[in-house]
C-alpha cells in the first residue's frame, strides 16, 4: 500500500524557516516524480516545486529563490526546505508521486506564516 506521510509544518514569522518532510512508504521511492503543492482556502491547488527520477528540479515562480526541494532515496524521503517565509506562503502543504498516469498524494501539513 502506497503511503505518504508530510511533517514539519507549523506556525512561523515572516521572514522564519521550516523544512517540510514527506516520508513514502509502499514504493520503489527511486523512481517517478515526487512534488510539493499546497492549497490556501479555496478549491485550487498550486504546484510548488517538483524533482525528477533524475533529481531535475522545477519551482513555482513565487518560491523560486526561497524554497529548495530534495530527495533523499535512502531513506525514502522528499524535502523542501522554505526560507524568507511570506504570508502568501501559508498554506496547507501537500506530497505528490506521480508515476505515469499513477498519483499519489499525503494528507497534508499546515503552514502559517504570520506575525
Known amino acids: 500500500q502506497v503511503q505518504l506521510v508530510e511533517s514539519g509544518g507549523g506556525s512561523v514569522q515572516p521572514g522564519g524557516s521550516l523544512r517540510l518532510s514527506c516520508a513514502a512508504s509502499?514504493?520503489?521511492?527511486?523512481?517517478?516524480?515526487m512534488g510539493w503543492y499546497r492549497q490556501a482556502p479555496g478549491p485550487q491547488r498550486e504546484l510548488v516545486a517538483t524533482?525528477?527520477?533524475?533529481?531535475?528540479?522545477n519551482y513555482a515562480d513565487s518560491v523560486k529563490g526561497r524554497f529548495t526541494i530534495s530527495r533523499d532515496n535512502a531513506k525514502n524521503t522528499l524535502y523542501l526546505q522554505m526560507n524568507s517565509l511570506k504570508p502568501e506562503d501559508t498554506a496547507v502543504y501537500y506530497c505528490?508521486?506521480?508515476?505515469?498516469?499513477?498519483?499519489?498524494w499525503g494528507q497534508g501539513t499546515q503552514v502559517t506564516v504570520s506575525s
Open positions: 505528490q508521486r506521480r508515476l505515469y498516469t499513477t498519483i499519489t
Open positions: 509502499g514504493i520503489n521511492f527511486s523512481i517517478g516524480s
Open positions: 524533482i525528477t527520477g533524475s533529481d531535475i528540479t
